[in-house]
């Protein structure tokens, strides 16, 4: 695998959850911070989310824990056709993405489709934009590229 991928710079640890209530209020306990609030991903109106070049009405609850240079995302699916709810289905609870912040994100998309490194979702948050890449069976993980323009 060549690099295809402008980024070193690891921002996120994504996992996959259940109860995003109960698994926060323990993260929080476990590292004596206060929980913070859940808040729910844009539906497709707003998101445009595709997962596996299909339209999708997925959603999640989402809560963002910032430890220093990387955020710690629970992620909670609303059970429709998702990454995520794929992750959850096939693998239970867990660890799910790395996120990495990058430009050019669709540039970066298309890179890694002609290095045989498929799109598996992709969506808008907050003007900015998202792409989860199938990564996992080199490198044992998904890769989700993150641009902020903020």
């Keep these: 695998?060549?690099?295809?991928?402008?980024?070193?710079?690891?921002a996120q640890i994504g996992?996959?959850?259940h109860d995003i209530e109960r698994t926060s209020q323990a993260y929080a306990d476990f590292f004596g911070m206060e929980k913070p609030d859940v808040v729910?991903?844009?539906?497709?109106?707003?998101?445009?989310?595709?997962?596996?070049?299909e339209p999708t009405d997925a959603r999640a609850r989402l809560v963002y824990f910032n430890m220093g240079s990387v955020q710690l995302e629970l992620i909670q699916?609303?059970?429709e056709q998702s990454i995520w709810q794929e992750f959850l289905d096939n693998?239970?609870?867990?660890?799910?993405h790395i996120g990495l912040a990058t430009d050019k994100i669709d540039e970066r998309v298309r890179d890694m489709d002609k290095?045989?490194?498929p799109?598996?979702?992709?969506?808008?948050y907050a003007g900015d934009k998202y792409a989860y890449v199938d990564t996992n069976e080199e490198l044992k993980v998904i890769f989700e590229l993150?641009?902020?323009?903020?």
Excluded: C
């Design 1 to 10: 695998m060549k690099q295809v991928v402008n980024s070193n710079k690891i």
């Design 15 to 17: 996992i996959v959850v």
């Design 40 to 53: 729910w991903t844009d539906g497709f109106d707003k998101a445009e989310t595709e997962y596996r070049e």
């Design 77 to 79: 699916p609303n059970g």
């Design 91 to 96: 693998h239970g609870e867990g660890v799910q």
């Design 115 to 117: 290095e045989g490194i």
């Design 119 to 124: 799109l598996l979702q992709k969506g808008k």
């Design 146 to 150: 993150l641009e902020n323009k903020n």
